[in-house]
């Protein structure tokens, strides 16, 4: 119930600050833009949009409202709370992946792109978002300002998304499904194209450990260095 409540408290957070509008008004221009591609760019450039949604949009947008929530004095009540720090980091993690998933479901509908496996794109969405979340969350421990935190986020999403450029198929390049980012957009990429089910299975799984690596990570940081501050 606690963790129910939590979310629900954050979308509306997130709702009175403004982070829904800015979404909504992101997935217009980015409608607006795929409206003129032809067909076969189309194909190639709307997976890449809507895994940059999760991604990069996610990232930012978690060190926004982290960095309110600091200034509002929302972080310096939870050693009081009876909110755990798991709850706290998965209402997060929840909350904007809701999200994500509300932005890919409506970029790729109104695309009137082909044939979707839709439950791939709601779990590559998912998942995707969740990993950018917690990273968010981990760049964020120790940063004062917003624009500290810009600075520290350049190296994670070089780190990130330069390894995704291994999917144009050069030679070699399963081995970059290693990259967390990598195998995201491979799944989302699935959901759009087709992919075996065996390797859609083989992704989900990595990612979902993935997942659970980086949120007892992101708890540990998050305790150390944003409540505790050690």
């Known amino acids: 119930m606690r963790l129910l409540n939590a979310i629900w408290a954050d979308v509306r957070f ?5 982070f829904y509008l800015v979404y909504i008004l992101i997935t217009i221009i980015y409608l607006i833009i795929l409206s003129f591609l032809p067909k076969d760019v189309l194909s190639i450039a709307l997976p890449l949009v809507v895994f940059s949604d999760p991604s ?3 990232l930012f947008f978690i060190g926004g409202i982290i960095m309110l929530e ?3 004095g929302v972080l310096s009540v939870l050693m009081v709370s009876p909110l755990r720090t798991t709850e706290y980091v998965l209402s997060k993690v929840i909350s904007l992946a809701l ?3 509300l932005a890919a479901f409506a970029i790729t509908g109104f695309s009137k792109y082909g044939s979707v496996n839709w439950f791939l794109l709601f779990l590559s969405a998912i998942l995707t978002s969740g990993i950018f979340t917690m990273c968010g969350i981990i ?4 940063c004062e300002t917003v624009n500290q935190y810009m600075i520290k986020t350049i ?3 070089l780190l990130f998304i330069l390894p995704c450029v291994s999917l144009m198929g050069f030679p070699g390049s399963w081995a970059f499904t290693i990259v967390p980012s990598v195998a995201a957009l491979r799944l ?3 959901a759009y194209a087709g992919i075996p089910w065996y390797e859609a299975t083989a992704l989900i799984i990595y990612l979902i450990v993935v997942n659970y690596l980086c949120l007892r990570w992101t708890i540990r940081v998050f305790e150390n260095r944003i409540i505790y501050q050690d």
């Open 188 to 190: 989302m990429l699935g």
């Open 155 to 157: 190296p994670y999403m």
């Open 70 to 72: 600091k200034a509002q």
């Open 139 to 142: 760049i964020n421990a120790g």
């Open 14 to 18: 997130q709702w009175k600050q403004g």
């Open 99 to 101: 999200v994500s998933v």
């Open 56 to 58: 990069v949009l996610g």
